[in-house]
C-alpha cells in the first residue's frame, strides 16, 4: 500500500509530488478517533464506532482507498477535512443516489489563506 498526503497545496508519495489534483476511485475503508501528543505524533489511535460520540481530546479521521492510474494509494483525512470536504460532497452524492465508489472523483489541494491545504471533492462522471 501507499500512501498519499496533502502537503503545500499538492499531493505527495514519500518524495514524489503527484500535483494539486488526484482523479480516481475513493473509497472510504476505515474510520478511526485519534488522540495527538503535543509533538503532533500519535498518541493513541483506536476504531470509530459512532462518529458522533468521539472522547474529549480526540479527533475523527477517515482512511481512504484512492486508486489513481492504475495505483492504489492509502489517504488519511482529518476531522476538519471531513467536515468541510468531504462530508458535503458526500451529501451531494446522496441526495443524487449515488455512492462514492460508483463515481470518480477529482480531489483538489489547495494552499488556504494561512497556509493549509484545503481540499475539494467533486464527481467527475457517473461509472455505470
Excluded at 458535503?88 to 463515481?103: G, K, T
Excluded at 480531489?107 to 467533486?122: E, R
Aim: include cysteine.
Amino acid at each position: 500500500m501507499k500512501y498519499l498526503a496533502a502537503k503545500d497545496g499538492n499531493f505527495v508519495h514519500m518524495n514524489n509530488v503527484l500535483g494539486p489534483e488526484i482523479v480516481g476511485r475513493v473509497q472510504i475503508v476505515n474510520k478511526r478517533i485519534l488522540k495527538w501528543r503535543p509533538d503532533h505524533t500519535v498518541e493513541d489511535d483506536q476504531p470509530c464506532h459512532q462518529e458522533f460520540l468521539i472522547p474529549l481530546g480526540y479527533t475523527l479521521a477517515y482512511d481512504l482507498n484512492v486508486e489513481t492510474n492504475g495505483t492504489l494509494y492509502r489517504f488519511t483525512l482529518n476531522q476538519g477535512a471531513i467536515e468541510k470536504a468531504l462530508r458535503p460532497y458526500l451529501n451531494s452524492l446522496l441526495a443524487a443516489h449515488v455512492r462514492i465508489e460508483d463515481v470518480v472523483t477529482r480531489i483538489c489541494a489547495t494552499i488556504g489563506p494561512y497556509g493549509n491545504t484545503l481540499l475539494s471533492f467533486s464527481a467527475v462522471k457517473n461509472s455505470q
